[in-house]
């Protein structure tokens, strides 16, 4: 009986681990445990020969799931009858499973959440009758299968080997817990246990990572069409909510949208206006309700900047948007949107920002076309536009109910900022080492705080991995300097706000990548997704700035781009010069770059989730000791045949010859290094689509690498020996800089995927 309930328990973390991914945001493990137990302790008590208690169990653990589920409660008044209320969300949710997409927006589709947890606990109970009372180890490793199969093909996870490989021991551990005979298990029986336990690992280890078999979902059954591509559309709010956990993007590119324009430009989606809890995030502002349906949005000329009625034909421009797998209600724009040409009548809002939101998420193949306001003013241009900002602008700088006086001026605000002093403290060293303090005009502010951002004071990092003694921001700002778009938008619009400045989150996507050399229509994935700031400059308006230092706007007026104008160009080397080098002083003065403060623990604390795997809470009783370590030894085995395999699959290309097999064999390594942890990669990349790819997914400079493997591939026989000297070099550091951007758990999973090693994906021809 102790085994069949540490396989229960095994089988209860595994499969919990998989349904809270489910929802976005994830569901509480909390939750989830009051759920397990729910499921589990009815079919353990009638196990245990407690009828009668097993039944009221049973009783109670209904109602305890409902009531977690849904939230009812049976002492409820004035609501319908407990079972009927519930029944009715659960429909509900069944209704709301049409429109929505996985991960499921609970905050969206609450109905359809109450559907998964009730799901859960009936699957999870119908596994614990059947391994507890029943004691059927094929029935209960089927419905451990179906409750393993729904999460795993509703929503990409990640690492599908390690996961097969951990449900086949498991299925394995069922069939020991549940032997047809009493008394020891027989050494013959054990070493055919061990062989045939082996070949199935080593069978789903190689399946699970070759070319055409890894799929993170499968068989998309939600919306599964046999004939159609696979064109499941998928949410990017992990990027948008800023929630500053670690960004980790899908292994599985996809194409979200494409676009016409006359030239490319940041394509936003909505802006975040409001900073409280620590985050920024949406108060709306609903300027026009279209309930009975529409088919054009305008936005009215009050909304607009002034420059706008008179602008000319290239900073008024039509865009056209075609959806190809976004599951999102915004309407798309660019800068500040004018009007919305809708291929059909739609429901809709209209916030006084100029974006838009229909009722429902775009369909695959919708167009619809907008106008917008798109200036490109230069630096001198906005110096000369003052601080003379609109009452509303004016309103807009705030923060919580306090207005903050407007740059230049020397007045006080409203009334005490609600903030902690750990964001003032951080606003105001920002403000100082960028060298903003110093600015004689509002652009120049805004220029050298973005400046300083994309400095080297700053890097770019997807996990960032903060200590838990102060927010994300400030820590992001003081002491770990590291993050990503998130963490650089949040900031600057923060420290511009609290000096006066007016400036908010624009959340959206880059410019993508044209569908052909010279093509005004761009290809836009789910990777393009990003965060940026604007700022408001009188008569041109809302204008897009971006600290982040892996992207680049097309702007003349902002630091990321490389045609910035020779004015600004100097204020931002003198920002990088005198503030950045004074931020790396301090940084150098204090403990970790961090500002001194009172009250604050100097050792700071790491917190975290232990990555182990379930064998401890799953581990069979003493006579079955000796099989399990014979299986833990075969699994070892395993994997270390996967990585040998690896190995020789990307060392035999140094074999061949010369600086042209040497540039071979190097594009290849790195090209499946970064396959391996989920990057696309195509048989017709050149050495410069792999340095903007790799630059693109996670930040790395591989320009060199890319120079010198070109020249070493295709350049005269003298400066290709010449090359190849130093390529290997350039090599291992663009595989250093690749480990840095991952933690350990990524680089475990790639060092056994096979995918890109044993694919055609990658190569370059000998």
């Known amino acids: 009986m102790r085994e069949r309930i540490a396989v229960m328990a095994g089988l209860a973390l595994f499969l919990g681990w998989h349904w809270v991914r489910i929802e976005q945001p994830m569901m509480s493990w909390r939750v989830m445990a009051a759920l397990s137990v729910a499921a589990i302790v009815p079919p353990l008590l ?115 080997g390690v996961r097969a490989t951990f449900f086949l021991l498991l299925a394995l551990l069922v069939f020991m817990a549940c032997p047809r005979q009493t008394g020891p298990v027989r050494s013959a029986n054990a070493l055919q246990a061990v062989a045939l336990g082996a070949g199935v690992l080593v069978a789903a280890a190689v399946l699970a990572n070759a070319p055409g078999v890894t799929k993170g ?103 056209t948007f075609t959806i190809k797998a976004l599951a999102d209600p915004h309407l798309l724009s660019a800068e500040q949107p004018v009007s919305y040409e809708l291929g059909s009548t739609q429901k809709a809002e209209r916030d006084h920002d100029g974006t838009a939101i229909l009722a429902t998420d775009p369909g695959n193949g919708d167009s619809y076309t907008v106008r917008a306001y798109t200036p490109d003013p230069t630096p001198q241009q906005l110096v000369d536009a003052g601080a003379s900002y609109p009452q509303d602008v004016r309103d807009s700088i705030r923060i919580g109910s306090a207005i903050i006086p407007a740059w230049g001026s020397i007045t006080a605000p409203s009334q005490p900022v609600a903030l902690s002093a750990d964001y003032l403290r951080a606003s105001d060293h920002i403000w100082h080492a960028s060298g903003a303090d110093k600015a004689n005009s509002a652009y120049e502010a805004v220029v050298d705080v973005e400046a300083y951002f994309r400095s080297p004071v700053f890097t770019y990092d997807q996990t960032p991995n903060y200590k838990g003694d102060l927010p994300p921001l400030v820590d992001f700002m003081t002491r770990s300097h590291r993050g990503y778009c998130q963490m650089f938008s949040g900031s600057m619009a923060l420290v511009l706000r609290l000096h006066g400045i007016p400036a908010r989150v624009a959340v959206g996507f880059t410019e ?84 001194p403060q009172e009250g604050q623990n100097p050792t700071g604390h790491h917190g975290g989730p232990v990555k182990g795997g379930g064998v401890s809470v799953i581990a069979a009783p003493q006579h079955h000791r000796s099989l399990l370590q014979w299986m833990f030894l075969a699994f070892l085995a395993v994997i270390a045949v996967i990585v040998l395999i690896k190995q020789v699959a990307l060392r035999r290309r140094y074999l061949h010859r010369g600086p042209r097999g040497l540039a071979s064999a190097c594009f290849h390594e790195v090209a499946t290094f970064a396959g391996d942890q989920g990057m696309d990669v195509g048989p017709t990349m050149s050495y410069d689509d792999l340095a903007a790819r790799l630059r693109k997914a996670f930040g790395v400079d591989a320009a060199e690498f890319a120079r010198l493997g070109t020249t070493a591939r295709y350049g005269p026989p003298g400066k290709a020996d010449e090359a190849a000297h130093g390529l290997r070099g350039a090599m291992r550091r663009v595989k250093r800089d690749l480990r840095r951007e991952l933690n350990l758990g990524d680089r475990a999973v790639g060092a056994i995927r096979l995918r890109a090693a044993l694919s055609h994906e990658g190569r370059l021809d000998d």
């Open 217 to 319: 979902e499968f068989l998309n059954w939600h919306n599964w069409n046999p004939l159609a591509a696979d064109t499941k559309p998928v949410s990017v709010g992990y990027v948008w909510d800023q929630d500053y956990r670690n960004l980790k993007w899908p292994r599985k590119q996809t194409e979200v949208f494409e676009v016409t324009a006359p030239r490319p430009m940041y394509w936003k989606a909505t802006t975040l206006n409001s900073f409280a809890d620590g985050r920024w995030m949406r108060q709306s502002e609903v300027g026009q309700y279209y309930n009975g349906g529409t088919d054009k949005i305008d936005v009215p000329p009050e909304d607009l900047p002034p420059r706008a009625a008179g602008s000319t034909a290239s900073d008024m421009v039509r865009i």
């Open 46 to 160: 009638f196990a245990l020969h407690r009828r009668v208690l097993a039944l009221l169990a049973l009783l109670v653990s209904i109602w305890a799931v409902l009531s977690t589920a849904t939230g009812f409660q049976v002492w409820e008044r004035h609501h319908p009858f407990f079972l009927r209320r519930v029944g009715n969300e659960m429909i509900e949710g069944l209704r709301n499973w049409g429109a929505t997409t996985t991960p499921i927006d609970v905050h969206r589709f609450t109905a359809a959440d109450v559907d998964v947890r009730v799901f859960y606990a009936v699957l999870l109970g119908a596994v614990a009758w059947s391994l507890l009372v029943l004691r059927r180890p094929l029935l209960t490793i089927l419905l451990s299968f179906v409750a393993f199969a729904v999460p795993a093909t509703m929503v990409s996870l990640p690492a599908p």
């Open 512 to 595: 993508g990548e044209p569908i052909a050399a010279g093509s005004s229509t761009y290809k836009v994935t789910d990777h393009d997704a990003h965060s940026w700031v604007e700022s408001y400059f009188p008569g041109y308006g809302w204008l897009p700035f971006d600290p982040t230092q892996s992207r680049s706007l097309q702007q003349r007026a902002s630091s990321s781009t490389p045609a910035l104008g020779t004015w600004a160009r100097d204020s931002v080397s003198a920002a990088i010069a005198g503030g950045a080098a004074g931020a790396l002083a301090q940084s150098n003065t204090s403990e970790n770059g961090h500002l």
